[in-house]
């Protein structure tokens, strides 16, 4: 089972709100990935957690907030976004990192 | 110039027919590749790894040319639900200490004309 969840499905936040993007899987990975897509681009690699250790940063703002509270879960906390931060956030794990990954459904955010 | 490089198309390809595409990539140390398929508003599905010797899953056959820095994939007895894009992914390792990351590129889009 390559199955990777998360919730929310849609999300649509003010420039003022805090939210948070969750992110799940049951495959014993130990490396999971933030992405950031926007339409007609290929995803952006924004956060690695291997063994739950945050590994790779790709100079992200600090109103995005990566947390890995097990193995197995991993969220996205957000504050303060802007309008150009709408895009889709996708959610990944692999068995270690950099190896093949599996997507989750990701999450349409839209900031208003 | 950017690491992973693929002709963005479309292809457009009659229902039946074969279609093949590459993908070229900068780096010489690069050690793993992959096809994704993405469908629209949807998340990248893992297609297949490709290996040096060349593999085939089904309908579909990648290949490897370390020396010329590309790698291809052929799609025989193309069907409607091919239509998607696909993306080339490659990992290089920069040093023995560190992994890498995985490389994307912009991907090619193809679509099947009934």
């Not at chain 1, 999971?32 to 924004?46: C, F, G, H, T």
């Not at chain 2, 093949?20 to 690069?30: G, H, Q, V, W």
């Not at chain 2, 096809?35 to 990648?62: H, I």
Request: proline residues 7%.
């Amino acid at each position: 089972d390559t199955e990777v969840t998360q919730t929310p499905k849609h999300l649509v936040m003010g420039m003022t709100n805090k939210k948070s993007l969750k992110c799940e899987q049951h495959m014993g990975h130990r490396a999971m990935y933030w992405y950031k897509q926007k339409a007609k681009k290929p995803p952006e690699l924004m956060f690695v957690y291997s063994y739950e250790k945050l590994s790779i940063n790709e100079s992200v703002p600090s109103r995005f907030s990566p947390e890995c509270p097990n193995s197995s879960l991993l969220n996205l906390h957000l504050h303060a976004l802007q309008p150009e931060d709408s895009a889709l956030y996708l959610c990944a794990s692999s068995p270690r990192d950099p190896y093949e990954q599996y997507f989750g459904p990701g999450t349409r955010l839209t900031v208003t | 110039r950017k690491e992973v490089e693929q002709d963005p198309g479309p292809f457009n390809v009659p229902e039946g027919a074969t279609v093949a595409f590459n993908c070229t990539y900068s780096n010489s140390a690069s050690q793993s590749f992959f096809w994704y398929r993405q469908d629209c508003r949807k998340e990248p599905k893992l297609l297949m790894s490709v290996y040096s010797s060349g593999n085939e899953d089904g309908r579909f056959t990648a290949q490897l040319n370390r020396a010329s820095q590309y790698i291809s994939l052929l799609i025989r007895d193309s069907k409607l639900s091919d239509s998607a894009t696909y993306l080339c992914v490659v990992n290089s390792r920069p040093t023995t200490d560190s992994w890498g990351k995985l490389q994307f590129g912009a991907g090619t889009q193809v679509v099947v004309t009934p």
